[in-house]
């Protein structure tokens, strides 16, 4: 029967893990959702059943677990340490992506903490040969309250959308970057000023589009790092409408909003450096 | 028939509002979630649909975002001023129940802001007479990793749990806390101080029991806000287990922990003040 | 210092316990989500941390599984034995609430089922005297595409509706409903025909108001349950638009709608039965 | 400088149109999610803001809405429709993809209805030339109580799962299937048929692992239906781990079980029919 087995993956999802570091003069906490994913000579189990050939989704967890006990350190190194080990020890296994979130925590006293907003994340990939690593930044909610402008857009018959000057503009922030290369970064400097390089270029961007938006904010993360070949975002376009007050005879000098759920604009693009590294299974 | 109405009332859920004060030199904003509810001569709509006495709860969102044209202001105070406004004008209405939620936003620039973390919230209620006002905070979440221990318990057929001296405490902090009167207090203060007083006592304290720890959050905060008479607090216990390393000859000396989702203890319980006035409708 | 422990109670929150019969022709599932609430002696853990009166919440936890060793039968009975269990065996225990969430699942062969809509639901609450069970329905979603008007209604300042004959009328049904004892009954058949006659109603009312379709499924089930005192209902109004076609010289009769997130109207009531037993702890 | 704009694309996501059609005999509901992703020469409003080519979002919207004043009919024509429109009719845009989610609704009468379970997906592209669509169904949640086991896997120093003969497996199937071609096809049976495939495969298949009744359930598909060329599965594999029972002195013969969260496994892959067509954009 000319039926075939394609592209397949396993391994397990989000095995959340809170690791302790326990100085002296202070606490240090590390929480973390860690989910691993393994290809390679996999048939047989799909084909007969034979699972000579998987390491267990358990026993990727019990990894995860294990190696935490020598230190977690930055999460691309951590993912980096996992994703090679399941290629290096498994004889089936070619391929590993381990992705890590990073949950944020403020400190409030020696040993005590109150969770911030955010989330840092990674994604480590290992073929055998390469290495790759794509850091980025979810769930960051971020508004300006002008400094937006929408106008000058294509119209067609079912265009009603009324051209504005000074609107609000708010997103919730997925951004991912990939690095040159995997070898010995200051994970925790790059992840600290790329974030800070895409918040400012949503603050100081005059907007004419979001997508404007997006890409100063792809465009000045590259400028600043040179780490980095390649920004992509993922824009929610949160629209706050301004109320129509006029029927309790009311003006509304863009003061009173209504923010809507749904549905939403959705705008997506990467900005990349001329002549960077191939990207590999960066984005698999 | 011997069948009839019983309590009831109905309101609009959920109104997403968000103000902008623009200020020359910065722009301000609040972001609420506002609910109404509102009750009394009723019978009329459930029984025949006659709606005659119904202020559609379309008016009721229109309603809030009308008064938000005069601005905000505090929580309270708005929540005060929309439930006796639909008390006082609706000829039908008798009581007025209006919950807000209020989200952090931190300044990045005159006009640019990032979504914080925890919610903060009012319930004002009004009957025509007596006006009550309870505020909080929810999705605090917090955690310490140590000063914890759980010993001592009651034991009977079922329990394995074994005693510990020092364990991870976290929880997601909702807590709320009624005000003597809803008379001119500094609301800003009396929240942001009173906050700070829970997040100190969950901090400060050395806990043999989260219900230790819940008494010793909501007594802080009465001692030191004479504004308060009684505070509640519901914390649910996210259980973090100490990951068994010993197959892998590895120890684990209070280091590697998994974060669990479910089940969860939930510790419940309120602190009073004595001789506090009638809460009245204030928890209804 | 004139502060003091108020109402309080602590338990397990969402124990999922999934439980296998397997009879020979057939399997069955029972998939619950249990929560288990208790009060009683219980300063001395919140004023000094003496747990010497707590039964863990882990112990809370394990009787549940032990419990269903012996079977679960329907989730009433099984909520009541395991309230009494904790009031009746542990020395500091006066109240207990078990709170339970059902599952549906649908056969499609000997051993294997796919998940179904609507969560059957109970609360048992015992005293050391007196037991109530309040049963219910949640997260069934439910529409009429027509049949549905709204006229006639109080009209202020800030009223904008327009009226209207004909409109959608579409709700997620959260249903509790008060037994007049906890005495044994055919709890499947209970539930079965309650949940039957309220849908029934909610489908064959013509509607001048959400708050007359409320009443009207209450009262249906109470006419025909003679087993029920009392029907409490929160219907929020899912808002179905009428999309405005005529900006592209299209009509709209009726047949194109935006389904709308938020807000929402919520009307809450409850039907009772007259001279019914007392509630005691049962909405508790 | 040598940054450029990579890939990018835009659209408005989450349009929720529910479409009624008014029969004399009965009522036909259509609720869909509908989400649209343009991509073409955008490289103005990107790099200068300048939005000439740009068809907003609003209007994007307002053509699903306009559209479905025809008739929606099945979604993946629907989809195709609107891809089609787009690409066709706005002079920048080269590439539209459409997803649609349609949610069940169970009649219950003549215009009233119960929303069921299981989300029915479509994605259709088009770049100008080619047309593909991909179907496809979500959070449709089964179970099999036996006929499950997992043995014979590789074991490392990490591994310390049990071999078992008897599981319970479970999984929230999300499923999708690419058509050969996007001519007319009777898509409701096909839909329909295929999933009927899918889901008797998954309960008849006795299964050594989660990726074996992964590849029965797609090959079963494929060999049922001509139509398709490739189907792809995300498997979660809902763990439901068998309670220890002996510290109560109890048994557990495969009864008592806990149903947990995370971390899960995730089993996802690929299966093919050789020859087929190439996807092009189908997955994109």
Redesign the interface.
């Known amino acids: 029967?000319?039926?075939?087995?394609?592209?397949?993956?396993?391994?397990?999802?989000?095995?959340?893990?809170?690791?302790?570091?326990?100085h002296p003069d202070r606490?240090e906490?590390t929480?973390l959702n860690v989910?691993t994913?393994l290809s390679g000579d996999?048939a047989a189990?799909?084909?007969?059943?034979?699972?000579?050939?998987?390491?267990?989704?358990?026993?990727q967890?019990?990894?995860v677990?294990?190696f935490?006990?020598d230190g977690v350190g930055e999460i691309e190194d951590f993912a980096l340490r996992l994703a090679t080990h399941f290629v290096t020890?498994?004889?089936?296994i070619r391929r590993a992506r381990v992705k890590i979130e990073q949950y944020t925590?403020e400190r409030?006293?020696h040993?005590?903490?109150?969770?911030?907003?955010g989330t840092r994340t990674t994604t480590a990939t290992f073929d055998g040969t390469v290495r790759t690593v794509v850091s980025g930044v979810d769930d960051?909610?971020?508004?300006?309250?002008?400094?937006s402008?929408?106008?000058?857009?294509?119209?067609?018959?079912?265009?009603?959308?009324p051209e504005t000057n000074d609107r609000?503009l708010a997103t919730a922030l997925t951004a991912r970057w990939r690095h040159e290369s995997a070898d010995n970064l200051d994970w925790a400097e790059s992840h600290r000023e790329t974030t800070k390089h895409l918040?400012e270029a949503?603050?100081?961007t005059h907007?004419?589009?979001?997508?404007?938006t997006?890409?100063a904010m792809?465009?000045r993360a590259?400028?600043h790092r040179d780490e980095l070949v390649?920004v992509?975002l993922a824009l929610?376009?949160k629209h706050?409408f301004l109320?129509d007050?006029s029927?309790?005879e009311?003006?509304?000098?863009?003061?009173?909003?209504?923010?809507?759920?749904?549905?939403?604009?959705?705008?997506?693009?990467?900005?990349?450096?001329?002549?960077a590294t191939d990207p590999g299974l960066a984005w698999w």
């Open positions: 029967m000319d039926i075939r087995l394609g592209d397949n993956q396993y391994g397990k999802a989000e095995t959340r893990l809170v690791r302790v570091d326990r606490h906490v929480d989910s994913a996999l189990t799909h084909l007969t059943g034979d699972n000579s050939g998987v390491l267990p989704t358990d026993t967890k019990n990894t677990y294990a935490a006990r020890n498994t004889p089936t925590w409030r006293g040993h005590s903490f109150v969770r911030g907003t960051l909610v971020v508004m300006n309250t002008t400094g402008e929408f106008h000058g857009f294509h119209k067609d018959a079912y265009t009603t959308l609000i918040l949503f603050a100081d907007s004419l589009s979001l997508q404007q997006l890409y792809g465009e590259l400028r390649e992509r929610p376009n706050h109320v007050l029927p309790f009311l003006d509304n000098p863009g003061e009173v909003f209504h923010a809507a759920d749904r549905p939403y604009g959705l705008i997506e693009g990467s900005v990349v450096r001329d002549g």
